[in-house]
């Protein structure tokens, strides 16, 4: 098998980034200027990446295919960002943090990129701070935390609700300042449909305009991939609409390796599904979970309402099951814990799939310390009510609005109804210390990559990735590819490399069109969502994965004979661009069962039901799968598995316990 050169440097763990940064290659100021960087992706990973290079010299092009960098995905994350800054004199460290992320993510992630994100947290901070982002502050103007799933410090920073939106907001200021500098150029309505490779490096792209239909061809000599995550491969999840894999599976048909593909995140507070109709899901934002209580009744199929069940007939289920943690544990266990009471019959609601997160208790907690303040001995019901109220409003308000538009109920009367979903994948492109795909000089940076969660990510870290991967790490390690290329001059796009890269991307787009079937592209989209959901969802098992795998090859099959595609080619057609995005979901669905299938282990949010404790919990096998699945495209439907071996030299590998 080919060995994978993870290119970690030599060292104490604590000393390898600092080690790294002051013994990198650089490239000086004069031959920055001559050399072209492609991004591709413009959410918190692409504009910071953008904007720290572009600031470095760089002649940097971005492409989105929004209509503008402020609608990326990023947008929608809510709680916020972890940073190890012990400002609660708690306990946390950066140590603490690179633990907390390891062992979140069931010991299946890269030491050494993990313990570069806890480092570099810090700094993430104090750049934001710094552009403007309105960070939560405590009265005496300090920044203020709380407390995600998985950990028992509190080092989340966040700004309300709406946590990606502002550091979005910041990352898309700097970008915006280099583009009016005339450092960068950015192209949006742009969506890449082809990496171009010379000589075996990645040289440029190949993108259609959207608004024309046109395509174009754009060199680089580095190519970096900033697309996010692929979690609408199962039509249902909380990511935004147009989310898609087509920039990451065009380069990985392209050789770029595809890593642990049946790592997927289930939220486990998410607005449950209401029906047929829709489209996506909407996240209640793990923060949440900071001050609400989860619940269901004890009694089976009990229909009363929720304010109607005494305290004494209402299961806690997260605090008993695991009271060191409580209804702070990670994704993966809450998600599972939701899914086995609303299976054995205790779900809440008209479809009894959905269980309750209760304010109650935090508005009359945070009411009485309100009292205190403000010097009042015999409050009033009703003033405790009244004051207790306003305080989570303040943490939490837009996403209590955000609850009572969708579902018709106030929360702060009510408890919220939450089920899990999709959200995020932790799968993704391989890439090595460098953040450098199998393809040189193709690199790929936050959600978009592999390489820092494992097979869970612990809240709040989706944010810090994406950030650290464009602020404080591609502006180093893209040095070390760049100084052996400052020789190689702009390469025309009329090579015939450019120009039969261009031709394939064409033939693909009129063989869609010329299919002229009868079904929509979403017919198909929904039917692999639901496969997906049932059979890759939050359980996984052998003759289930065996089956699908078959039948998403049917399904393949059948839509490439009958997928019914309106419009024309050159011009503006969202059906065409979906058909694509859908064509290659239906590629990486069969790739994420085939990995979920030959990982014969229970780990994170890969859950195989062959492989769990007497208690229900995921039972790893370290001796046989402590490693990252890589795997390469060979031909339709084959692929060849390649293993990077995850050595733990600086922690103890365990069974997880958040009892």
């Known amino acids: 098998m080919t060995k994978l050169d993870a290119k970690i440097p030599e060292g104490s763990l604590a000393e390898k980034w600092t080690k790294y940064r002051s013994s990198v290659p650089l490239v000086n100021p004069a031959n920055k200027r001559s050399l072209e960087i492609v991004i591709v992706g413009s959410g918190l990973a692409g504009a910071s990446a953008a904007a720290s290079l572009a600031e470095l010299g760089y002649k940097v092009k971005v492409f989105c295919f929004q209509d503008s960098p402020r609608r990326a995905h ?161 039509y249902l999840s909380t990511n935004a609409m147009g989310s898609n ?37 909407t996240l209640m934002s793990e923060s949440l979970r900071n001050d609400g209580r989860i619940w269901v009744p004890k009694k089976e199929n009990d229909t009363r309402k929720a304010n ?87 943490k939490y308000g837009n996403l209590f ?47 978009a990559n592999f390489s820092d969660h494992g097979a869970n990510r612990l809240g709040a870290s989706a944010l810090m990735q994406g950030l650290a991967d464009g602020y404080f790490v591609i502006p180093y390690t893209i040095g070390n590819y760049l100084a052996s290329e400052i020789r190689t001059p702009s390469m025309s796009t009329d090579s015939e490399d450019f120009v039969a890269a261009e031709k394939a991307v064409r033939d693909r787009l009129e063989t869609l069109m010329n299919i002229k079937g009868n079904k929509p592209v979403d017919y198909f989209h929904k039917r692999l969502g639901k496969i997906m959901w049932d059979e890759c969802g939050m359980a996984r098992s052998e003759k289930g994965l065996k089956a699908s795998i078959k039948e998403i090859q049917e399904l393949q099959k059948e839509f490439w004979s009958d997928v019914k595609i309106p419009g024309e080619i050159d011009n503006l057609n969202p059906e065409l661009e979906k058909a694509g995005r859908v064509a290659d979901f239906l590629e990486l669905g069969e790739l994420m069962c085939i990995d979920a299938l030959d990982r014969n282990e229970s780990c994170g949010g890969h859950f195989r039901t062959e492989y769990q404790t007497e208690d229900g919990e995921a039972l790893r096998d370290d001796e046989n799968y402590a490693y990252v699945a890589a795997w390469e495209y060979e031909k339709q439907s084959k692929f060849k598995l390649h293993k990077e071996e995850l050595k733990y030299e600086n922690i103890k590998i365990a069974q997880r316990s958040y009892k």
């Open 74 to 234: 990023s947008i929608a994350a809510q709680g916020g960002i972890n940073a190890a800054k012990n400002y609660q004199n708690d306990g946390d460290s950066v140590y603490r943090l690179f633990y907390d992320t390891i062992k979140g993510g069931d010991y299946r992630a890269r030491e050494a990129n993990v313990h570069r994100l806890a480092e570099v947290s810090g700094n993430i901070i104090d750049q934001c701070v710094a552009q403007g982002v309105p960070f939560a502050r405590e009265y005496g103007g300090l920044l203020s935390n709380r407390s995600f799933g998985g950990t028992q410090v509190q080092r989340t920073f966040y700004a309300a609700g709406q946590t990606g939106q502002q550091l979005l907001l910041g990352a898309y200021s700097s970008l915006q300042r280099q583009v009016g500098m005339g450092n960068v150029k950015m192209y949006t309505r742009h969506e890449m449909l082809d990496v171009v490779t010379i000589d075996g490096k990645a040289r440029g792209i190949i993108a259609r305009d959207s608004v024309t239909g046109a395509l174009e061809r754009h060199f680089g000599h580095a190519v970096l991939l900033c697309t996010g995550g692929y979690g609408n491969v199962f």
């Open 401 to 447: 609005d955000m609850y009572k538009q969708i579902t018709g109920e106030d929360p702060y009367e009510v408890p919220m109804r939450i089920y899990p979903a999709v959200h995020y994948t932790m799968g993704g492109l391989w890439v090595d210390y460098n953040l450098m795909t199998t393809v040189p000089g193709l690199y790929a940076l936050g959600e």
């Open 308 to 394: 109607e069940i005494p305290e004494d007939e209402r299961d806690y289920y997260l605090e008993r099951r695991y009271p060191a943690f409580g209804n702070l544990v990670p994704r993966d266990i809450a998600s599972r814990a939701a899914k086995e009471r609303c299976d054995a019959g205790f779900g809440v609601g008209t479809s009894k799939m959905a269980v309750y997160l209760d304010y109650a208790a935090a508005i009359i907690r945070y009411g009485k310390g309100e009292a205190n303040k403000n010097n009042m001995h015999n409050p009033s019901d009703e003033e405790i009510q009244a004051m207790g109220k306003a305080v989570v409003k303040e």
């Open 245 to 281: 894999v087509t920039a990451a599976w065009k380069a990985h048909k392209k050789g770029a390796f595809f890593a642990n593909p049946c790592y997927t995140q289930i939220h486990p507070t998410c607005i449950p599904v209401s029906g047929d109709h829709q489209s996506k899901l």
